[in-house]
């Protein structure tokens, strides 16, 4: 089993950064990949950036690519959203993930605001 509880979300200008955190718990965290998705207001859940199991390899939205970088710490099995230069369209409920052969795993979400 595997629980995931996201933070760091609030209200920021354009421009502006925040990094968005996602904590584990639960076992096998370092074993497989993990990833952001966020679901703006009357719109479809999209991905926005993964990273492998143990960090060498991450991907990204084309909406994102250049903006934010995903990371992870599999000793504290935590998982990082850096995002600089936010855009109002960035604006959204943000989620972790990690997709097992047990079953897929969310956290509860985290919202961000970006507007001036």
């Known amino acids: 089993q595997l629980r995931l509880v996201e933070s760091g979300g609030g209200f920021v200008q354009p421009g502006g950064s925040l990094t968005l955190v996602c904590a584990a718990s639960?076992?096998?965290?370092?074993?497989?990949?993990i990833g952001w998705f966020r679901q703006a207001l009357g719109k479809e859940r999209e991905g926005v950036a993964c990273?492998?199991?143990?960090?060498?390899?991450?991907n990204y939205a084309d909406s994102v690519k250049g903006r934010f970088t995903i990371s992870r710490e599999n000793a504290r099995k935590t998982v990082y959203l850096q995002m600089n230069s936010l855009k109002p369209e960035d604006s959204a409920v943000y989620y972790c993930n990690q997709a097992r052969s047990t079953g897929v795993y969310w956290g509860q979400g985290t919202q961000v605001t970006v507007s001036s």
């Open positions: 990273i492998s199991s143990a960090g060498g390899t991450s």
């Open positions: 639960g076992s096998l965290f370092d074993m497989h990949s």
